[in-house]
């Protein structure tokens, strides 16, 4: 019974969670190169800081800047080990190149077993440090919504329950049961990848440039916005 | 009068009173936000003339790409309260400014993205309420738009590029300082083209007094030059500093004078106020207040534009000239600073270091120094000149605001607000340096600090422009 519902979550679902997730993610970035192209040739000047707005995107992926923060350092530390889990383990988890293997052809460097097994841990650890960072700054739980409180939880399922999988005597369920839920859980937050905030996965790397580029106004745009509301006769 | 009532004429008032929600009476919008509304200016649906502005700006703009990547990305971090002085001073969730700029962020995920129009038809109440704006057109009055919440934001977002966004579309609603709109209306429109409605003749005077006070101080002849075309600069300062702040006017002049640029700038009688405060609410303010400065450019052929101690018509001018004035045959910016600096690193100024002995601090305007455009040249020009100089903690890049900044220095009603709330980190930071004289190169800054001092009990320190203390202390041959 079990056995075919692995099978469906490990060849279909999975198939369509990946596309939908591709799909969701390029239109994302379709969007934003489009609205970015037409920012620029519409903008009076047109001198972007890329190299800037790049270099910001690379401070704020690297620790160093966390580190030198006074406040909030050991969150924004969890934040990064937290980060390197969830994208070094999924995709270069010996178990998991095998399966990219087998669906898009193509394999690449596998981690060793045991710093997985660390990075896992790691992993789940700082879900709960960013749960528990959340739960302690006021600022941050006030304005909070429930995707903020899911997600850290949501991500955690997949690294506890792969965990199990590679180490079955730990598990307090059974090998399948814990396959199972590791896949659907996989696949239901690729799913999201594209409705909630993790679409920032692609999205960061323009949001620097964005920034940049929502000053870059376009000549005459005031008196456009005046036109069209009908309000070009009246002053100040 | 009810609003929204008008924009509904065939339905019987009793009717439509028993179908619509209770509405805010003008009255109450007035008593909430006293210091935000021009009574004439709000008329009709509240909601649904914020979507068509909203609409219209995002059309015509280039907010939208940005707003889009703003309302998906928001990790709800809180990076950027431990960067905001205001909330460090409240503790208010609506202080936060990743939900400040959410009120705004919501409203464009309702209306403007599919998912959020599905979510707003299938809801009961729905987001866009009187009372939501007004909450808008107050906190984000609330925000100085200093920026430094930016220098903390992982994912990159602008809380001020949103504060700004959300002013704009409310300005278009009415829903602006009236104090922003007077002030701006004087200057474009009224006969005066100035903020302070200062008529030529009275500022001539004051021109011509201030040659004469120079003349009794320095026994020099410095002119104010006026009109004069073909000048290397054009220069414009903010109107204040031609009455309120003269020394700054005074220690400018003497300053060009001295490094051999006397017969290099010009004012402008026609337009001389170099204050927009369209950088704080409107791009359509902030497009022609750019123009006229180019245009006098123009008219007098100037090369170039110089701008006084102001750190927002600095950065209007720096930001938005290439913009608005033609790309890349705009005439380049310079501020009055980095001129001085650079002709102090060549020789061609001398200081008595002995003139001003009293401890010396300096105030970094948050529309100079976030960007890190202007943090080390006053610093070396106070150096040569001051033997007691103490910086402020934190300073330069990561400077706290006066707590006057993005426009509300010019309400009187948030003073308040400004000299306890925003400006209190603000005066123990002064009150820390033991300095008797803080130097505020911005007339919005040194207004604020002013009362800031005031407020807060700092009786002996003396708020100055720059070039106040470089007239004391300069050496002249």
Redesign the interface.
């Known amino acids: 019974m079990l056995e075919s519902w692995i099978a469906l979550a490990r060849g279909p679902l999975l198939r369509l969670a990946l596309f939908a997730m591709a799909l969701g993610l390029l239109r ?1 970035v379709l ?2 190169v489009w ?2 192209f ?2 620029l040739r ?6 972007v800081p890329w190299g800037l ?1 790049l270099r ?2 690379l401070e ?1 992926l690297l620790p160093w800047r966390y580190l030198q ?4 350092r050991l ?2 530390f969890t ?1 990064f080990i937290f980060h390197v889990g969830v994208i070094v383990v999924p995709v270069f988890l010996a178990g998991h190149v095998a399966i990219w293997q087998q669906e898009l052809g193509i394999s690449w460097w596998r981690l060793p077993g045991s710093v997985a097994d660390w990075l896992a841990v790691a992993t789940v650890v700082a879900a709960v440090g960013l749960l528990l960072g ?1 739960m302690l ?4 739980r ?4 429930p995707q ?1 409180w899911l997600l850290p939880l949501l991500c955690a399922v997949p690294f506890v329950t792969g965990f199990w999988v590679a180490h079955p005597s730990w598990s307090p369920l059974g090998l399948q049961a814990v396959y199972l839920v590791h896949l659907l859980s996989a696949e239901l937050l690729i799913l999201l990848v594209p ?1 909630s ?1 993790l ?2 996965m692609v ?2 790397w ?3 440039t ?2 940049e ?14 036109l ?2 009908g ?1 070009d006769s009246e ?2 | 009068m009810q609003l929204g009532a008008t924009s509904l004429p065939d339905v019987p008032a009793e009717t439509l009173a028993g179908l619509c929600p209770p509405r805010l009476t003008s009255e109450k919008i007035q008593e909430r936000l006293s210091y935000i509304i021009e009574k004439d200016r709000i008329a009709g649906d509240l909601p649904r003339r914020f979507l ?2 909203f609409a ?2 995002l ?12 309302a ?8 950027c ?2 960067a905001c002085q205001i ?1 460090q001073r409240t ?1 208010a ?1 609506e202080d ?1 400014p ?2 400040r700029s ?1 009120l705004l962020l919501e409203v464009y995920r309702r209306h403007f993205t599919l ?1 959020g129009i599905v979510e707003e038809h299938l809801r009961i109440t729905p987001l866009l309420t009187d009372e939501y704006i007004l909450e808008m057109a107050e906190t984000y009055y609330h925000c100085t738009a200093c920026r430094r919440c ?1 220098l903390e934001c ?5 809380h001020g ?1 949103v504060t700004h ?1 959300a002013r704009y579309v409310l300005s ?1 609603i009415g829903l602006v300082p009236r104090a922003l ?1 007077i002030s ?2 004087a200057q ?2 009224g006969p005066t083209r100035n903020t302070s409605a200062i008529p030529w003749p009275a500022i001539a005077d004051s021109l011509e007094f201030l040659e004469e006070e120079i003349f009794d101080d320095k026994s020099i002849k410095v002119k104010f030059p006026i009109d004069k075309p073909d000048r290397e600069f054009i220069f414009f300062a903010p109107v204040s500093d031609y009455l309120m702040e003269a020394e700054t006017l005074m220690g400018i002049a003497v300053t060009l004078d001295a490094i051999g640029l006397g017969d290099a700038w010009t004012i402008s009688s026609e337009f001389l106020d170099g204050i927009n405060y369209g950088l704080f609410y ?7 207040c750019l123009r006229e400065e180019v245009d006098q450019a123009k008219r007098l052929r100037s090369q170039k534009i110089l701008i006084g101690e102001c750190g927002h018509a600095s950065r209007s001018a720096k ?2 000239v ?3 004035g033609g ?1 890349r045959d705009a005439p380049p910016v310079v501020n009055i600073m980095e001129l001085t600096h650079r002709a102090f690193k060549e020789g061609k100024i001398k200081f008595d270091p002995d003139v001003v002995t009293e401890r010396v601090t300096y105030h970094d305007p948050c529309n100079l120094a976030r960007s890190g455009w202007i943090v080390d040249q006053p610093r070396e020009l106070i150096r040569a000149f001051c033997k007691d100089f103490v910086e402020m903690t934190p300073g330069g890049k990561w400077n706290l605001c006066c707590g006057g900044g993005g426009g509300t220095v010019s309400v009187d009603e948030l003073r308040p607000y400004r000299t306890h709330v925003v400006g209190s980190k603000k005066a123990e930071q002064i009150a820390a340096t033991g300095a008797h004289y803080v130097i505020a190169p911005c007339a919005n800054c040194k207004k604020q600090l002013r009362e800031v001092c005031q407020d807060n009990g700092l009786t002996d320190v003396e708020v100055v422009g720059l070039h106040d203390l470089i007239y004391k202390a300069i050496v002249l041959d």
């Open positions: 994302h969007l934003q609205e970015i037409w920012a519409r903008a009076g000047d047109q001198v707005a910001r995107n704020w923060r006074k406040e909030r969150y924004n934040s959340r700054n006021q600022a941050s006030t304005i909070s919504k903020d409705f905030k679409v920032h999205l960061f323009t949001s620097q964005s920034s580029l929502g000053w870059r106004f376009p000549p005459g745009s005031g008196e456009r916005v005046r069209s509301l309000k002053g100040v | 068509e502005v219209a700006i059309q015509h703009t280039n907010y939208r790409q940005v707003i889009d990547n703003y998906r990305i928001p990790a709800r971090c809180a990076n309260s431990c909330y503790n969730p936060v990743c939900y959410d998912r930016t992982p994912l990159g977002i602008d590029l966004l278009e709109v701006t209306r474009l429109e409107s791009d359509w303010i902030l497009e022609r930001a938005f290439k913009t608005f790309g």
